[in-house]
């Protein structure tokens, strides 16, 4: 069998001074060794060679080709943005009958459907691919980004204090850009 998308190589014995002539589906090639590109289901069916040597036709020797099925392009997604230390997941559909082949930042690899990262790291940011195997055949790759994100420095603060009872405390924090603060 090959899969959808991949090179039906039809052979037959070479014979010096011969002739080839090769039919199948929408097909015909004089060829010993044809050759079938990007093959479709449309190329599904049976092959015949007749050969020629000295004005002789010999009877048709045939192959049946089978063509599988490609799965699809995944649908793949994440649980970023987080913060280092946090857990993000790689997330995709159940395909049946399918393996997973994941790849990614810092030499990444993974064979698991959705996996999962405990205490993120910067290194783990980055784009991530997902192509997976069903009955031998591959689809193209699918590409996810994850966002691993710095906290923060620490904030300076400062106060009017001391201060005396029943005056006003002033907390003052340094302003960064983008940031929202909780007292």
Do not use: H
Not at 125 to 131: D, F, I, K, R, T
Not at 161 to 168: A, D, L, R, T, W
């Amino acid at each position: 069998p090959v899969c959808e998308g991949g090179v039906i190589q039809l052979s037959s014995p070479f014979l010096s001074t011969a002739s080839y002539n090769w039919t199948g589906p929408g097909f015909n090639s004089t060829l010993r060794e044809p050759q079938i590109l990007n093959a479709t289901t449309a190329n599904a069916g049976t092959y015949t060679v007749s050969i020629t040597v000295d004005g002789c036709v010999s009877s048709g020797g045939s192959v049946s080709q089978v063509i599988k099925s490609t799965p699809a392009a995944p649908v793949i997604s994440n649980s970023s943005p987080v913060c280092i230390g946090a857990t993000f997941s790689l997330n995709t559909p159940i395909v049946i009958g399918a393996s997973y082949t994941w790849t990614g930042p810092n030499g990444f690899n993974s064979t698991e459907q959705q996996p999962s990262f405990n205490n993120a790291q910067l290194v783990n940011a980055g784009n991530y691919s997902l192509s997976i195997s069903v009955d031998g055949c591959s689809s193209s790759a699918s590409t996810t980004t994850v966002v691993v994100n710095s906290p923060p420095a620490q904030v300076d603060v400062t106060s009017t204090g001391p201060v005396c009872v029943s005056e006003q405390l002033q907390l003052t924090a340094q302003e960064l850009p983008a940031a929202s603060y909780m007292w």
